[in-house]
């Protein structure tokens, strides 16, 4: 059985960083997409970024995380990441992580089969 937990969601300042996790649990796929989400009280789910594992590595994002989030995948703990740097008070939001075991996914909510928790991010002024 799949399992995604996410962690690493807090409290930060404006222009702050945090790094989200989100370790896998049960996954047998050799290669598969993974990805984050995020989801604002009152607005619908958002995808921020996607990475192939165990594939070519292709990475995409958000016109609105581009240059300011990365995700990256550390294979030996099981472990997806989300870098989030520059914080601005809209990405508060809870995010979750997400995977499916077809590759080169985008970022829409219908491609993905298993989903976290989610973790929750408040950025204040």
């Known amino acids: 059985q799949v399992q995604l937990v996410e962690s690493g969601g807090g409290s930060v300042q404006a222009g702050g960083s945090l790094r989200l996790s989100c370790a896998v649990f049960?996954?047998?796929?050799?290669?598969?997409?993974m990805a984050w989400f995020r989801q604002a009280p009152g607005k619908e789910r958002e995808g921020l970024a996607s990475?192939?594992?165990?594939?070519?590595?292709?990475?995409i994002y958000a016109d609105s995380v581009k240059g300011r989030f990365t995700i990256s995948k550390d294979n030996a703990k099981n472990t997806l990441y989300l870098q989030m740097n520059s914080l601005k008070p809209e990405d508060t939001a809870m995010y979750y992580c997400?995977?499916?075991?077809?590759?080169?996914?985008?970022?829409?909510?219908?491609?993905?089969?298993?989903w976290g928790q989610g973790t929750q991010v408040t950025v204040s002024s």
């Open positions: 997400a995977a499916d075991y077809i590759v080169s996914r985008g970022l829409a909510i219908w491609e993905y089969k298993y």
């Open positions: 049960g996954y047998t796929y050799s290669s598969y997409c």
């Open positions: 990475i192939n594992i165990n594939s070519d590595g292709r990475t």
